[in-house]
């Protein structure tokens, strides 16, 4: 396959429309048209479907797109790389990946004191769930991953090298006006009634386990596609949730937590491969560190008195 027409399906994607998608690339509708009709014949199933205001992408579509994004982007960074090369340039790029949370806060940090501190450095950041970053590690895509061994919990690999570096406790966020807004910690019995929306199985089940343990069912009667969408719909008073403590430091303004009696954890480790690591990755791993102790300094590991987990991952 051909990497313009998995650009031209990105790029109708997320303009919603052939006839825009033809205008940003320089194209034909028909052009456009066809190299879509050319991947769905190589694929053997349909990408697109038409609607009132123009296409949006099938089952399958979607499930490709997210690939085919991540694909043009490496695709661009290896032209950018070779590129940089030729004029001099060259510098192993750091590969880092990060759960949705870790990826809004401690890890954006993080890089820029690592930038601070190293000079200027060639880097990129993919956000995905712990068992897909797990996977990237291992095939060589990514250098770091900072994940969590919220269930269904992180697979042991001896090709990976797993470090603690804390442990996170879980909140409720509410929108600013709800009853409980500036209160407690309440006990999850006071909210278990409520109307509940998740993104993701793993806190699904954090909130499932920690309500059973309390003789209480949490009612999880919407879903939402990512975090944005959970803090949306948080925002604009249609549910609460449960969501990591080191995202507080990165919500917006309309949404407030409430922390818990007796909270659900999760770990957050980092991961790297035991085989040729990336040079930046160790002072990568001790600016993490101190990120994740700034933000949430009562469950960091003691990373620098060398107490910290190694262990296979």
């Given at each position: 396959m051909e990497l313009t027409a998995w650009r031209t399906f990105v790029t109708v994607c997320r303009l919603g429309s052939l006839s825009a998608a033809a205008d940003e690339l320089g194209y034909t509708q028909s052009a456009v048209?066809?190299?879509?009709?050319?991947?769905?014949r190589q694929l053997g199933v349909p990408l697109v479907e038409r609607h009132a205001r123009g296409v949006r992408p099938t089952a399958a579509g979607e499930v490709f797109r997210h690939h085919a994004l991540v694909t043009v982007n490496e695709a661009d960074r290896a032209v950018r790389a070779a590129r940089d090369a030729r004029d001099g340039a060259f510098g192993r790029p750091l590969a880092v990946g990060a759960t949705p949370s870790l990826a809004a806060g401690i890890v954006p940090t993080a890089i820029r004191r690592?930038?601070?501190?190293?000079?200027p450095l060639q880097w990129s950041l993919l956000p995905g769930l712990s068992a897909q970053l797990h996977g990237r590690v291992t095939a060589g895509d990514l250098d770091v991953a900072v994940v969590t061994d919220a269930p269904p919990g992180l697979p042991h690999d001896p090709r990976i090298e797993r470090r603690l570096l804390?442990?996170?406790e879980m909140v409720v966020v509410l929108p600013v006006d709800h009853p409980r807004a500036?209160?407690?910690?309440?006990?999850i019995q006071e909210l278990a009634d409520q109307t509940w929306v998740e993104d993701n199985d793993g806190s699904a089940a954090l909130?499932?386990?920690?309500?059973?343990?309390?003789?209480?069912?949490?009612?999880?009667?919407?879903?939402?596609?990512?975090?944005a969408g959970k803090l949306a719909l948080v925002a604009t008073g249609h549910a609460i949730a449960?969501?990591?403590?080191?995202?507080?430091?990165?919500?917006?303004s309309d949404v407030t937590t409430v922390s818990l009696i007796d909270p659900p954890t999760r770990g957050?480790?980092?991961?790297?491969?035991?085989?040729?690591?990336?040079?930046?990755?160790?002072?990568l791993l001790d600016q993490l560190a101190a990120s994740f102790g700034s933000v949430r300094p009562a469950q960091a590991a003691q990373w620098s008195t060398g107490t910290h987990e190694s262990a296979l991952a």
């Open positions: 048209s066809r190299q879509i009709a050319g991947l769905e690592l930038l601070d501190k190293a000079g804390g442990m996170d500036g209160h407690g910690p309440v006990r909130l499932h386990q920690h309500a059973a343990r309390a003789g209480a069912t949490a009612r999880i009667d919407l879903t939402a596609a990512d975090l449960l969501i990591p403590g080191v995202l507080t430091c990165a919500l917006r957050i480790y980092t991961i790297t491969p035991r085989r040729a690591p990336h040079p930046a990755a160790t002072p």
